[in-house]
Each structure stands twice: as structure tokens, then as C-alpha cells.
């Protein structure tokens, strides 16, 4: 080792040994719950939020599950007398089941967001209890004491915070992406045969409901 490094290793121990002599621990320890306290609060805060857009997406997802019934019925109720209208209420269908698997989804994710705040907050405040009753006890070892030396580590909890806060801030960034639906360029030739296809596929499917109808 150089003797730069040396001098340079002596002299930061020398400082952090002076720094923690005239440290008032008593102060950083309450400034450390404070923040503690202020974290979990917002915590909950975002808990909060995700919750109110779960049920929110638990309601779209009813309304279009409620929606393809509708457009069920009533491509069975017109499929004698129009079976273009009763194409149309199945692709209608369609399109109700595909929405609602798409929120499905996203539901899947903000519960998972929820879980793990949850779970987060939980932690954060059985480490909260902890360090309040660590403060007590140092309180009143301070007071038969003046030699007390004390360290509270609390970087390894920012560290996570932080790493969570990332977490969160992804899932929502994919959720966004997977809002977004993707509408390819297709050329009239390949829009005309996947059009003939989707009719070929909805009276097929019109046809199984009405043999199932028929079979009731």
C-alpha cells in the first residue's frame, strides 16, 4: 500500500472515531424513525391508490363479462331472421372477452403491486417497533453510561426501499404498455382473406351456439 493510502486509510479512521464520539445518537436515531414513519406513511398512501384501481378494474372486467352475455343472447335471438346481425353480435362478443382478458391482466399485476407494498409496509413497520424499543433500551443504558456507542444502520433499508420503488415504478410501465393494443399495417388482399376468415369463424361458432340452443 502506498503511502498516500496509508495516510489516507489513518486519517478517515480518525475522523469517523471523532464523528462518532461527538455524535448525538440519540438524534439520528429519532431522525432515522421520523423517516421511517414518514415512508410508511406514503406507503400506504400508494396502497391505497392501488387498491381503488383494483376495484376498479374488477368492475370493468364484470361489466364486460356482463357485456358478452348480451351480445350472446342476442345473436342467438336474431340468428333465424338475420344471420349477418347475428355475426356481428358474436364478433361484438368477441371483442367484450377480449377486453376482458387484456384487464384480467392488468388486474393480475396491480395485485401483485398490492401484495408486495403490503407486504413491505408490514416489514417496514415491525423494523419500525424494533428500532423504537432498541431506543428505549439505549435511552436508559445512556443514562447509567456515558460511554455508550451506538450505531443504527439504516442503508440497507433505503437500499430496498429504493429497489421496491423501481419494482413499482416497472409494473406500472408495463401495465401501460399492455393497454396499448398493437394495430399492424395489413394490405387489402390480407385484410380481405382475414376478414372472410373471422366470418368463416363466427357462423362457425354461431352455428355450435345455435346446435347447443336447439339441444336445450
Keep these: 500500500m502506498s503511502i498516500f493510502k496509508r495516510l489516507s486509510t489513518t486519517l478517515v479512521s ?29 406507503a ?10 383494483e376495484q376498479r378494474l374488477q368492475e370493468q372486467i364484470r361489466e364486460q363479462q356482463e357485456n358478452a352475455e348480451r351480445w350472446r343472447k342476442r345473436a342467438v335471438e336474431t340468428a333465424k331472421d338475420d344471420e349477418a346481425k347475428a355475426l356481428e353480435c358474436l364478433s361484438r362478443r368477441k371483442h367484450c372477452q377480449i377486453q376482458a382478458e387484456k384487464l384480467q391482466q392488468s388486474l393480475g399485476q396491480y395485485r401483485q403491486a398490492s401484495e408486495k407494498l403490503s407486504t413491505d409496509i408490514a416489514s417496514t413497520e415491525q423494523r419500525l417497533a424494533e428500532v423504537k424499543q432498541k431506543l428505549t433500551l439505549m435511552r436508559a443504558r445512556q443514562s447509567t ?4 456507542k451506538a450505531s443504527v444502520e439504516t442503508q440497507n433499508d433505503a437500499a430496498q426501499l429504493l429497489e421496491n420503488t423501481f419494482d413499482r415504478w ?7 404498455e399492455m393497454m396499448i ?3 399492424p399495417v395489413v394490405d ?20 355450435a351456439l ?6 336445450q
Design 14 to 42: 480518525r475522523i469517523d472515531q471523532v464523528v462518532g464520539e461527538i455524535e448525538n445518537h440519540d438524534a439520528v436515531v429519532q431522525a432515522t424513525l421520523d423517516d421511517m414513519r414518514k415512508k410508511v406513511a406514503e
Design 44 to 53: 400506504r398512501v400508494r396502497l391505497g391508490h392501488v387498491q381503488r384501481e
Design 145 to 148: 453510561s456515558s460511554a455508550l
Design 170 to 176: 416497472e409494473i406500472n410501465i408495463s401495465q401501460t
Design 181 to 183: 393494443d398493437d394495430n
Design 188 to 207: 387489402p388482399i390480407e385484410r380481405e382473406f382475414v376478414m372472410r376468415e373471422q366470418q368463416d369463424e363466427l357462423r362457425e361458432e354461431l352455428d
Design 210 to 215: 345455435l346446435n347447443k340452443e336447439k339441444a
